[in-house]
């Protein structure tokens, strides 16, 4: 049974960059065959896909995010990881990673997701 | 991007009855590749259906999907306890992938 954990401060300042982490077990990121994932759920809102990354290094962004979003992947440790940088508020949300199952051009479905993290930006 | 409608907002049911959740696209959805979830409180989501209609692993056959283009729909033929919970549809046809705002069940 694959699972996933997310790790990382839960409050940020403005401006600041905010870094998660989320550490597989269970499956093999250097497998290859899934895309992982970061997506965020604003309070009281839906969820929004931030990226995914490929066990290559290969990477996908919300263009909504872009400019804002890098991620990275660690296979020796079996983790990979989000970085967000100049947060406002509009960036407090729980953040879940997630393994995804990409159909090239388009998009992911998700097939196991972490339990999230609430990571709120405020001074 | 494709937005993802959800209704009705709120089900409210009981144990034993049958709850359908409709999501409408924007734009037709390529492929059909229209997957939904489940969110219980504290819990990580958990995926139903791949696909428009393809039951993920260990799902139990009393969920269904179904639909084509703009217009899917999540059956649950019998409510169980454990089925109360918030359910979004997410659309994998184009990218980015968007999230209907989810249906509760309760």
């Known amino acids: 049974q694959v699972q996933l954990q997310e790790s990382g401060p839960g409050l940020v300042k403005p401006s600041q960059t905010l870094s998660l982490t989320c550490i597989v077990s269970?499956?093999?990121?250097?497998?290859?065959?899934?895309?992982w994932n970061w997506i965020r759920q604003h309070p009281g809102k839906g969820l929004e896909w931030i990226g995914h990354?490929?066990?290559?290094?290969?990477?996908q962004y919300n263009p909504s995010l872009k400019s804002r979003v890098s991620m990275s992947v660690e296979t020796s440790k079996n983790q990979f990881s989000l970085r967000l940088t100049s947060v406002t508020a509009a960036d407090t949300a729980v953040y879940y990673c997630?393994?995804?199952?990409?159909?090239?051009?388009?998009?992911?479905?998700?097939?196991?997701w972490g339990q999230g993290t609430l990571v709120t930006v405020s001074s | 991007e494709i937005v993802l409608t959800q209704s009705p907002g709120t089900l409210s049911l009981s144990p034993g009855e049958r709850a359908t959740l409709s999501c409408r696209a924007s734009?037709?959805?390529?492929?059909?590749?229209l997957a939904w979830y489940q969110h219980r409180p504290g819990q990580a989501p958990r995926l139903l259906i791949y696909?428009?209609?393809t039951r993920a692993a260990g799902i139990p056959d009393r969920f269904s999907g179904r639909g084509s283009g703009t217009d899917f729909t999540l059956t649950i033929s019998r409510l169980e306890p454990e089925d109360f919970a918030v359910y979004y549809c997410?659309?994998?046809?184009?990218?980015?992938?968007?999230f209907g705002q989810g249906t509760k069940v309760e």
């Open positions: 990354i490929y066990y290559s290094g290969s990477t």
């Open positions: 696909g428009s209609s």
């Open positions: 997630a393994r995804g199952l990409y159909y090239y051009p388009s998009g992911d479905y998700f097939d196991y």
């Open positions: 269970g499956g093999s990121i250097g497998s290859g065959g899934h895309y």
């Open positions: 734009q037709s959805v390529s492929s059909n590749y």
């Open positions: 997410q659309q994998y046809g184009r990218s980015p992938g968007t």
